[in-house]
């Protein structure tokens, strides 16, 4: 059986699945393992849990191929580990590339197109019909990501600082100490400026609430997460017309929970692409990485024939 195994590692979980041609013989998820994340130990763990798990549902013993997309893919190390364990699965050949580059072949097959990436971390990726690729973003948490969900609590935060030394009314203080479980300002200040600290992209969903009931520094933040997307992708464009002679417009598309579940950032995004680019197609809905990844397995499968 020509069965072919893809992985989609994002930050927060792992997503694996087996499919033998068109036929979905097994999914599973697990936790992250983005060792920046969870350590390494962790992350090998949950990568073969993950895999006992997906290869039992599947009833194989091995696959063709494999294609795996990680955060953090170019790190050292991590191809060499996750490969490690591919061969103790009997993995016949592998790969591991960056979450994006799933992303993008989810949505694009191979072909031309740009991808925003708004979840835990952000990045914009596009391709060119000749296949030269250009992107904008994705620094990491601490020197971009801007729009992501961890930019969304960080300058949440940072703002409703701001707002409480201006005596200026927002929630955001409140409820974040809610969640982490501080009692003063003190506390929470010690918290957030800890190492390696509380995980900030947890709390965009309630930034995201708070925005939608009218908190003045929420919805700040959203709205200029909203505004950076959009900047990302309008800057791919300009680079791929640019570099590549591009006189047509590639279809752009998105993944990930800041844009798929808060209303007051994909609005907007949408609404600024359209007016900035009203002939450049924009998808209506969330990519599944996982399915970049397989079709990526299934062209290593191909080539090893």
Known sequence: MNAVLGIDGGGTRTRASIVAG???????ENGSIKRLRVGAEVAEGNLRALLKDVFAQ????????ASAGVASATMPGVAEWITTVFNDFRVERSEVVGDEVIALDAAFKGGPG????AGTGSNCIGRAPDGGRECAGGWSSRLGDE??????GLHAVRRALNAYDRKQPTRVLETVGQIWGTR????????GDSTPGPDFAAL???ISQLAEEGDPVAAGVLKQAATDL???VLLVRAKLHRKHNLTAEVPVAWIGSVIGKARLVSEPFIAGLRAAAPEMPVGQSEVAGIEGAV??????AKTAS
Request: charged content about 10%; hydrophobic content about 55%.
């Open 58 to 65: 599947a009833g194989v013993s091995g696959v063709k191929a």
């Open 147 to 152: 729009g992501s969900g961890y930019w969304i």
């Open 295 to 300: 079709w990526r397995a299934q062209q290593l």
């Open 184 to 191: 003063t300002i003190n506390e929470l200040v010690n918290l």
């Open 114 to 117: 740009i991808l925003q990436i």
């Open 204 to 206: 965009a969903p309630a």
């Open 230 to 232: 959009v900047d990302f």
């Open 22 to 28: 068109e036929q979905v013989l097994a999914f599973a």
